[in-house]
């Protein structure tokens, strides 16, 4: 079982930036292969935002490629989403998933609200 929780949300101005963490803790953390993050906007469907596997490569939705960044920190069983750049249409709620080779659905957190004014 792995338990999730995003923090590091908020409101900021176009143009500026924002760090997301990750968290995972339980029994299956070592267990984990993939760790993606996603996001939710009013009115529209949730889309991937990037991802990082265990054996550190990464992917990035072709909307936030040059501007986020995504990492991992093992020591803390921490990844983060380095947002820069910000733009209004970046707007959504952000949620984290933890996947394991069992729970291939993975594990999902609560999500963290990111607001980017014009």
């Known amino acids: 079982q792995v338990q999730v929780v995003e923090s590091g949300g908020g409101l900021v101005q176009a143009g500026g930036s924002l760090r997301l963490s990750c968290a995972a803790s339980?029994?299956?953390?070592?267990?984990?292969?993939?760790v993606g993050w996603y996001r939710q906007a009013p009115g529209k469907q949730r889309e991937f935002v990037a991802a990082?596997?265990?054996?550190?490569?990464?992917n990035y939705a072709d909307s936030v490629k040059g501007r986020f960044t995504i990492s991992r920190d093992n020591a803390k069983n921490t990844v983060y989403l380095q947002m820069n750049s910000l733009k209004p249409e970046d707007t959504a709620v952000y949620y984290c998933?933890?996947?394991?080779?069992?729970?291939?659905?993975?594990?999902w957190g609560q999500g963290s609200q990111v607001t980017v004014s014009s």
């Open positions: 998933n933890a996947r394991t080779v069992i729970a291939a659905r993975g594990y």
């Open positions: 339980g029994g299956s953390i070592a267990s984990i292969n993939a």
């Open positions: 990082i596997t265990s054996g550190g490569s990464t």
